[in-house]
């Protein structure tokens, strides 16, 4: 049987690189019958193994680990320079200095090795599509593997590659897109709708689901699951910061932007993000490398106006509470959806 067959409720926590994602909060999610997920993204093999080893500890409930694909290395040189040049006095008025623009692979090789070497449940891939060896590899070894799509032709894609679930992201998720290109914008119903027309493989929808009305909605179209994310910024067992949580539960609007990481990613409009937007380049992980000293500045000194925030288009319904909790009730919530419109849907006769 696959791990989305054997859940207990249709949900699954989304991996949030940078702190979100922690142990405490998948083994949470997958304890009470959802599926966590830790983030390896941003972090070395031997942190990720420390978590995996902490999740294991603490259920012994499936859960997956998310890896970020490297990118081809191609990236405009000059315009980065430009955007250093534009972010200077930004970064000495918070008393640091720019980081080095560097490339790099996030160490997939080495993510990879470990992943094999000791098998998760579930691996899902983001920035891309995995290698078809790569897919054989992990599947010989009982893990299951997932895509995130972010338009059709990757649904598609997905599916001839053989993988066991495609995680299909509109546009209306927060955080980054996990496609490559990084500039579909699909709403998530027509996608989901035109995922299950090209694609054979489970389905999880990812992106503005906040409740249960929006879960049942997703299974309706054709989800297996969904995966939530911003839902859970504001739970005790998040790493979210202070900073982060007071912004998701403002009303504040968000918007896609290449302007901190240099992949598009939503994120709570700020002076940051409005300033700079425009002039930010394609090119990550570059540009991260280049903004990351600035934003710790920011988030050291809770300053909401330069920090990346990261959250989907619903995240005002986020709200504290265990998440556990929060699993149960939006599945039970999801329930009533499906059955007041069941029975709304008697009257059509």
């Given amino acids: 049987m696959s791990v989305l067959s054997e859940l207990r409720h249709p949900i699954v926590a989304a991996p949030m690189a940078g702190g979100p994602s922690t142990p405490a909060l998948a083994s949470a999610v997958s304890a009470v019958g959802g599926l966590g997920f ?38 405009d040189e000059a315009a980065i320079g430009a955007y250093a040049q534009r972010l200077a006095p ?5 008393g640091v200095r720019l980081g080095e623009p560097l490339g790099g692979d996030d160490a997939y090789p080495e993510k990879l090795a470990a992943l094999l070497a000791d098998p998760v449940p579930v691996v899902s891939f983001a920035f891309g599509l995995p290698d078809r060896a790569v897919v054989a590899a992990l599947r010989e070894r009982g893990t299951e593997v997932w895509a995130t799509v972010t338009g059709p032709a990757g649904a598609t894609a997905a599916a001839e590659l053989g993988v066991d679930a495609v995680v299909v992201q ?40 906040a409740d249960g009305p929006a879960l049942a909605a997703a299974l309706t179209a054709g989800a297996q699951a969904a995966q939530l994310g911003t839902m859970f910024l504001r739970c005790p067992e998040a790493g979210s910061s202070p900073l982060h949580r007071a912004a998701v539960a403002s009303a ?14 939503r994120g709570v409009v700020n002076d940051f993000l409005r300033a700079h937007d425009a002039a930010a380049p394609a090119g990550y992980p570059q540009v991260l490398h280049l903004t990351r000293p600035l934003l710790a500045a920011a988030r050291r000194d809770g300053d909401a106006s330069v920090a990346n925030l990261w959250a989907g288009q619903a995240h005002s319904l986020a709200r504290d509470v265990p998440a556990a909790e929060l699993v149960v009730e939006v599945s039970a919530d999801a329930r009533v959806a499906l059955a007041a419109a069941a029975q709304r849907a008697t009257r059509w006769g």
């Fill in 252 to 265: 504040a609007p968000t918007a896609l932007t290449r302007a901190f990481t240099g992949k598009r990613a």
């Fill in 38 to 75: 830790l983030a390896a993204g941003m972090i070395d093999t031997a942190r990720l193994a420390a978590d995996i080893a902490e999740v294991r500890a603490r259920t012994d409930r499936p859960f997956g680990v998310n890896v970020f694909l490297p990118g081809d290395g191609t990236v």
């Fill in 90 to 94: 930004q970064a000495d008025r918070l």
């Fill in 170 to 209: 509109g546009t209306e998720a927060g955080g980054h897109r996990g496609g490559v290109p990084d500039d579909d914008d699909y709403a998530l119903l027509p996608l989901l709708r035109l995922a299950a027309a090209r694609c054979d493989r489970p389905l999880v929808a990812a992106g503005g689901i």
